[in-house]
């Protein structure tokens, strides 16, 4: 049996009859950035996300960046900075994609590698204060997988130092946590319509939530070069601009992701139900509702299970196998091996699962099987 990671192809059969006359109708009209498509998705996902402020921008990425721009953080904010030797820090968990901590770089700030929690994989909140010190500016959480990081405990911090945070919510649209999703209690969340996502586009989108008029304010003017009127600049921004295209497509995406949900949470149950204890499933914490963007297991044999189920038609993926404080562009930093143990350990163990709403429950209990087989459950 075949089981992928992503099934878009089978995804897309499913909206079709509603995405064709709408780019159809974007194409004769040629709406190409911004505009009412985006508009519309702006006031959908705010109410979806029950976020005062969406603000559409052109990827996850740009969504982190701008938020920290947005927030002043880093030289490209305040060039005074740039000869002054000093940087603003921002903390991170070192166990993210890339562009958790590059976005970091790119405003002329300095991220600080925090470990994880070795049962959520999200940051270490008991390590957050050690890592701060009279630069630090910002904490930015990253809710991996779905699961969100203990944002209560993680504002208590940022107000007790005069933190601004920002979340890394690219993996976790739909998330709660004691009833609060994204942006609700911090200064900006970000989401990515990246392909691979829950809710995702036909190539590269993001949007900014946040609760804040004067946040939202300077968002919408940094996403185009920094001035709401044409060709006057109150600030340095950059082309975070959204397409109309892709904000139609995420728009229609938007009615279905209730359903897309239950299905991942669904085959996320069942493989709790089912997966042998020599592997370790992912630990939600109480009053957390996960969304799977991935389901995680921590596996002795890692590589070679891995090999092992690509043989039986399975596939899976590894996030991540390197953690950030390790990685070569990171090296001026002065981060080693030994830094960060538990993200380095998860590094050897992680392995995702196909989880996406398209498969059936039959290929669900193949990949249970299998993966009992692997460890001799008959
Ligand atoms: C945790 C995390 N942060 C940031 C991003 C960046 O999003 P994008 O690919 O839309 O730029 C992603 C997704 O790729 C992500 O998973």
């Known amino acids: ?18 995405v064709e006359p709408g780019l159809l109708g974007l194409l004769e009209k040629q709406q190409c950035v911004l505009g009412e498509p985006v508009k519309s998705l702006e006031d959908n996902m705010a ?9 559409g921008v052109s990827s996850g990425t ?3 960046l701008c938020s920290l721009m947005a927030l002043d953080i880093g030289s490209t904010m305040n060039p005074s900075q740039m000869n002054s030797g000093v940087q603003d820090e921002v903390i991170v968990p070192t166990f993210t994609f890339f562009a958790t901590a590059g976005s970091v770089v790119r405003t002329g700030a300095r991220p600080v ?5 070795k049962d959520t994989f999200n940051i270490d909140i008991d390590k957050i204060e050690a890592a701060i010190t009279e630069h630090t500016k910002a904490i930015l959480p990253v809710h991996l997988y779905g699961q969100m990081a203990p944002m209560k405990e993680i504002m208590v911090i940022a107000r007790k130092n005069n933190l601004k945070v920002i979340e890394d919510a690219c993996q976790a649209i739909g998330a709660r946590q004691n009833n609060n999703g994204p942006g609700h209690l911090s200064d900006t969340a970000c989401l990515s319509f990246y392909p691979t996502k829950n809710l995702s586009a036909f190539g590269d989108a993001g949007m900014i939530l946040c609760q804040d008029e004067h946040i939202a304010q300077k968002c919408h003017q940094l996403r185009v070069h920094g001035g709401l009127d044409r060709y006057h600049h109150q600030n340095i921004g950059a082309n975070f601009r959204l397409d109309a295209i892709q904000a139609l497509v995420v728009d229609i995406k938007l009615k279905y992701l209730d359903i897309w949900q239950k299905r991942r949470l669904s085959h996320a149950h069942r493989y709790d139900e089912l997966l042998c204890s020599d592997v370790k499933i992912p630990r939600i914490t109480q009053g957390n509702r996960c969304v799977y963007h991935q389901y995680v297991i921590r596996a002795p044999q890692r590589d070679t299970l891995k090999s092992y189920l690509e043989e039986k038609g399975i596939s899976t993926a590894i996030f991540y196998p390197l953690p950030l404080h390790v990685q070569e562009c990171f090296a001026y930093l002065g981060g080693k091996r030994g830094d960060c143990p538990v993200a380095e350990q998860l590094c050897q163990e992680v392995l995702a699962l196909p989880v996406v709403p398209e498969l059936t429950q039959e290929q669900i209990d193949y990949v249970a099987g299998c993966i009992n087989d692997f460890y001799g459950h008959k």
């Not at 109410?47 to 603000?55: E, F, H, K, V």
Request: aromatic content about 12%.
């Open 47 to 55: 109410r979806y996300c029950q976020c005062n402020y969406a603000i």
């Open 1 to 18: 049996m075949r089981v992928p990671l992503l099934d878009l192809p089978k995804q897309y059969q499913t909206i079709k009859e509603e």
């Open 62 to 64: 740009d969504a982190l």
């Open 113 to 117: 590698f925090v470990d994880i929690d």
